[in-house]
């Protein structure tokens, strides 16, 4: 997909990249699913320093806890509110809001609400696997599995 809202300057961080995207729904709304049970995402762009989706969240629908396998990154809030939990912190995002983080961020999002939700996620450099994990009920993290990027 080719995007007219440019992407590709490296020197970009991830949040501005998602923030910028996020307010221009023209860019993408022709392509967001809001009617399919499973979650919904798309790849809009990739190069050698940023990675872009846009992903789609019906009532009740979360990432499970997981990280970005070493890259960096921000999502922004399209459409509705999401909620983020790290291992230490609840917060909601709603519509203009965003969430930055490190290269060693662990994190859950979820669409708590009843009303459909969109968002933006930019990943820097792309991303090449993701770890999954849980946690125990004397609150220790345990890695459950790796999925590598090549599976997506």
Do not use: C, K
Request: charged share 20%.
């Amino acid at each position: 997909m080719t995007l007219s809202t440019p992407i590709a300057p490296a020197h970009l961080r991830p949040a501005e990249i998602a923030r910028t995207l996020a307010a221009a729904p023209q860019e993408w709304i022709h392509r967001v699913r809001l009617n399919i049970p499973e979650r919904w995402y798309e790849r809009l762009h990739h190069d050698e320093h940023h990675e872009v989706w846009l992903l789609s969240w019906m009532p009740g629908q979360s990432t499970g806890l997981h990280d970005h396998g070493g890259s960096r990154g921000a999502f922004a809030v399209a459409l509705g509110s999401l909620d983020e939990y790290d291992l230490h912190t609840r917060r909601t995002l709603t519509v203009g809001q965003f969430r930055e983080f490190g290269a060693d961020h662990i994190h859950e999002v979820a669409n708590t609400t009843q009303a459909p939700a969109v968002s933006v996620h930019v990943y820097s450099p792309p991303l090449t696997s993701m770890n999954r994990y849980d946690l125990t009920p004397a609150g220790r993290l345990v890695r459950l599995a790796v999925e590598r990027a090549d599976q997506w």
